[in-house]
């Protein structure tokens, strides 16, 4: 597949984007003081950071909950810890979302459930400074920021579009931009280029924004919305995998300089209740703004070749977007 060349997006690239992403950064989110009582929400990634923010989140406004991790033993503990403060049911499912067949199996899981699922929020995500490829033979960035949430999306989209309702929130980031000129379809595992971990990251978050134009129209139709939002630049436990000098800088540099994290667990809050996201669909926010992403995520047919070779790479059963 032949590699966008920088005049493509070049001339789409405004300065007011930018500086809108710089003032928005500074915002404080919009806040929802709805309840969510019995409402199911699963999050994805929910024993740290983020993840852990928004679960208790919803837990504290009624939702119950089905987390998706990779620990049972930080699983158990959240559970005991959600039920015991807030009285709702805090329910998780082990697997690893760098491996497509765990991917697979929590997606039958959820699928097989009868209980609707009235939020799903795909928060699991890591930041790898050194390329490492999975057993299946894929970036591992790549495949938990991009594959295993499109592999989930497709695999409950019967489920999803049968209920009649249901929000889909994607936590991307403003780390998208860092693939300015759009993916290289023939070098996603960095096999051809040299690896940079700004760069493998922000093309699995430009893949995701990419696709998430395809679900929306898929879902749309059903009731079903689908948006991405950049957390706000706060301390999350990213990065945990990478060398004890990383870690030691992020820890006494990165974090020292970094917002709450419960201003992302807000945003994601808003964007998942909020009366005023009610059938909004396929936009991007930066915490609960919305806002243009870079014009790659905008370019509709690159949307339609990364969601076939995604169709490929996890050899999901295609539903198929129309052009």
């Known amino acids: 597949m032949k590699h966008r060349m920088l005049p493509k997006y070049f001339k789409d690239y405004k300065w007011s984007n930018i500086a809108a992403m710089i003032k928005n950064n500074r915002r404080d989110p919009g806040i929802c003081k709805d309840v969510f009582r019995d409402r199911l929400v699963v999050i994805s990634g929910a024993t740290s950071g983020i993840g852990y923010h928004t679960a208790r989140k919803f837990a504290s406004h009624g939702a119950r909950l089905l987390c998706i991790n990779r620990n049972e033993e930080k699983s158990a503990a959240l559970r005991e810890e959600i039920e015991r403060e807030f009285g709702v049911r805090c329910g998780y499912i082990i697997a690893d979302l760098s491996v497509l067949k765990d991917v697979r199996r929590a997606a039958e899981e959820l699928r097989s459930m ?3 699922i009235d939020v799903l929020v795909h928060n699991a995500g890591i930041y790898l400074t050194r390329r490492e490829l999975t057993d299946e033979g894929f970036d591992r960035m790549f495949v938990v920021h991009h594959l295993a949430p499109f592999m989930i999306n497709i695999l409950l989209s019967g489920k999803l579009s049968s209920q009649g309702r249901a929000r889909i929130i994607l ?9 300015a000129w759009g993916l290289r379809l023939d070098d996603l ?5 040299r690896y940079s971990g700004l760069k493998s990251y922000g093309s699995a978050k430009l893949a995701q924004l990419q696709t998430m134009l395809l679900f929306d129209e898929y879902f749309r139709p059903a009731g079903v919305t689908i948006n991405a939002m950049h957390p706000g630049a706060v301390k999350s436990e990213t990065g945990q995998e990478n060398s004890a000098f990383y870690r030691w800088v992020k820890r006494h540099f990165f974090d020292k300089v970094l917002r709450p994290t419960e201003i992302a667990s807000e945003s994601i809050y808003y964007l998942a209740v909020s009366r005023d996201l009610e ?11 919305e806002e243009e992403p870079a014009p790659p995520a905008l370019d509709k047919n690159a949307a339609f070749e990364i969601w076939a070779r995604s169709i490929e790479m996890t050899g999901v ?5 129309k052009r």
Do not use: C, M, Q, Y
């Open 279 to 289: 059938g909004v669909s396929g936009k991007f926010f930066n915490l609960t703004k």
């Open 114 to 116: 009868d209980t609707p």
């Open 171 to 179: 936590v991307n980031s403003e780390g998208h931009r860092f693939a």
């Open 317 to 321: 059963p295609g539903i198929i977007p």
């Open 189 to 193: 595992n960095w096999e051809k280029r």
